[in-house]
């Protein structure tokens, strides 16, 4: 992570008994993460101090006001600065104090972030879950004197669970946006995933230029160079008609390659479908360059294309010395053009670079890091198969965020349970997540005991013992079985068995959660707001083992299996939870 950092507190108040004489200046024509930051700014200076500062526009501020600059000010001009791409990429901030004024300020998403930091900084701001905040209570609060900058180690970052991903759900992207990750997969691109039938549509083109397409018609034939023009002069409508930082030229979502006499030839000529796929992306990538210079040259824009199925293995060669090279120049990728690399059959308990696990992927990164020194990642935390078990990838988060992050990667979304909510300790693993990929030099174990001691408070140290024992069950499970466990793979139903889980095991851990729900008890009577809201968090948790004792040892309760199938269901729909699985499926036994 690029960070400058100096902060000394001075003299000058910035709250005092729910008093400020702060206010927010923003531009006279705010982007819309500039309103978002001056918004974010007051929900946590209320929450502080329970006074919000004033918002106005620039040419409304009066000079001898106390004034937050937020964004890309006439103001900040006159200070000598202009974000830029290169330098700020677009979560990047910076927070001058000058006199007494403050300036917040970044490409895009560095605004409300640089928000985030000064709160943090002033108000002891910090964001753990949409119903767990933190602020250090204060009688007053005194202005810092700050020079903060601040950019994250992957530059783009995305959660593909429920609750980040899902924008049309209420909350969704502004919680998203409070962890520090502020996109999905979808609201900063043009186009994304498998796209070249969305830029040159079958229904349209296909009856006229069969030739544009495959034999079977499952792609675009890419050696094509009629084909190509029409494909680059479609995506330039597309473009002006989109707003977004990313397009994804991407190939369709099958196993298939165009097996044209011309195509045949030039996968044999350099033994690679990827070295046609990366030919033909890079000549896209230099039109839209040289057309967007001359159309709108301040609009970054990357292109992306997809290593996926038939183009997964990189165009590379062994030089000999036993160096990874590009197997030529011309599948070198264009500095504006990305490649998206799906990691495959990857066993997410061990690391990417693990030859013995994890081969196939480990040679994939490694080359493809030779070809493009732009990747974007599209990886997984869930199994898709069942979200109920606690997936295994609790060790390898953070080496293999900072494994891609050495590989060169600037953009990844790491897809879980996104059509659900599960009780698999998701709040934690969005906190870790999205804290890693903003600064992969924070200490695991310090951040994990934080979140515990935060979002669970009293019940911290049992539902750390419980999260705990799920971990040394897996590591017990691999020692027992080997690489043939694959405990941390993403797409296996193959762990709703009694080998796995001894009910002595699952019999203990309900013992370590009665244990959390008697100490709630307690609370019950001395302190009634907080048993409000830790009750459905250990509920929730507490899911996770039900599920398997119903489904692994069912027949052991006989005539109340029923009921307790019943009760299950019912205490999962009141945590939001509608499904079991990636197929929406939410049968128990």
Not at 236 to 251: D, L
Request: include cysteine; hydrophobic fraction near 35%.
């Amino acid at each position: 992570m690029v960070k400058e950092y100096r902060v000394k507190e001075t003299n000058v108040v910035l709250e005092e008994n729910g008093k400020t004489d702060f206010i927010a200046v923003l531009p006279d024509h705010p982007d819309e993460y500039e309103k978002f930051a001056a918004s974010e700014l007051c929900w946590i200076f209320g929450l502080a101090a329970n006074v919000q500062p004033q918002v106005v526009a620039e040419s409304e501020s009066k000079a001898k006001s106390r004034r937050i600059f937020l964004g890309k000010t006439e103001a900040l001009k006159k200070l000598g600065e202009k974000p830029t791409f290169e330098e700020f990429c677009y979560d990047g901030y910076k927070i001058r104090t000058v006199g007494e004024d403050v300036y917040i300020f970044g490409l895009q998403r560095g605004t409300y972030f640089g928000v985030y930091e000064f709160c943090r900084i002033h108000f002891g701001y910090r964001y753990y879950a949409k119903t767990e905040v933190h602020i250090d209570q204060a009688e007053r609060y005194m202005l810092h004197d700050v020079s903060v900058f601040e950019k994250p180690d992957i530059a783009a970052r995305s959660l593909g669970y429920w609750s980040t991903f899902k924008f049309d759900a209420p909350g969704n992207e502004v919680h998203a946006a409070r962890l520090k990750l502020g996109r999905n997969l979808y609201t900063d691109w043009v186009l994304s995933a498998h796209t070249y039938f969305l830029i040159l549509p079958k229904e349209k083109y296909f009856a006229d230029h069969p030739d544009w397409y495959s034999p079977d018609g499952n792609n675009l034939c890419l050696t094509n160079e009629e084909m190509t023009a029409a494909f680059i002069e479609s995506l330039k409508e597309i473009i002006k008609k989109t707003p977004g930082n990313y397009v994804m030229i991407g190939q369709e979502d099958n196993f298939g390659f165009c097996d044209c006499p011309r195509c045949r030839a030039a996968i044999e000529k350099s033994g690679s479908p990827s070295a046609v796929m990366m030919r033909f992306s890079n000549k896209v990538a230099r039109a839209i360059r040289t057309w967007l210079k001359e159309t709108d040259p301040d609009r970054p824009l990357t292109v992306v294309t997809f290593a996926y199925n038939a183009t997964s293995r990189p165009p590379v060669r062994t030089d000999e010395h036993g160096k990874l090279m590009p197997i030529s120049d011309d599948v070198v990728a264009e500095d504006n053009l990305a490649v998206m690399v799906v990691p495959f059959s990857c066993v997410y308990s061990k690391a990417y670079n693990d030859k013995t696990y994890n081969r196939v992927v480990a040679e994939n990164f490694e080359g493809w890091s030779v070809v493009s020194k732009n990747l974007h990642v599209w990886t997984y935390c869930a199994n898709f198969d069942n979200y109920m078990i606690n997936f295994n990838n609790w060790s390898t988060m953070k080496k293999n965020y900072s494994i891609l992050r050495d590989y060169g990667v600037s953009f990844i979304f790491d897809q879980g349970s996104h059509n659900t909510p599960t009780p698999c300790f998701e709040e934690l693993r969005q906190f870790l997540q999205a804290g890693f990929m903003w600064n992969l030099e924070q200490d695991e174990e310090k951040l994990t005991d934080e979140f515990f001691n935060e979002y669970y408070k009293d019940i911290a140290p049992h539902m750390k013992h419980y999260w705990q024992l799920f971990r040394d069950r897996w590591d017990f499970i691999e020692s027992a079985y080997g690489e043939g466990a694959r405990t941390g793979a993403g797409d296996s139903s193959y762990w709703n068995l009694a080998q796995f889980w001894p009910k002595e095991f699952l019999s203990y851990c309900m013992i370590v959660l009665n244990e959390a729900r008697g100490k709630l008890e307690l609370l019950r009577v001395k302190e009634w707001d907080k048993y409000v809201l830790l009750r459905p968090r250990l509920l929730k948790d507490s899911l996770s083992v039900r599920f398997i004792l119903l489904n692994v040892y069912g027949n052991d309760y006989g005539s109340e299996l029923a009921r307790k199938v019943d009760q299950f269901k019912k205490d999962c729909a009141a945590c939001g939870i509608t499904a079991f699985n990636e197929g929406d499926f939410m049968g128990v036994c």
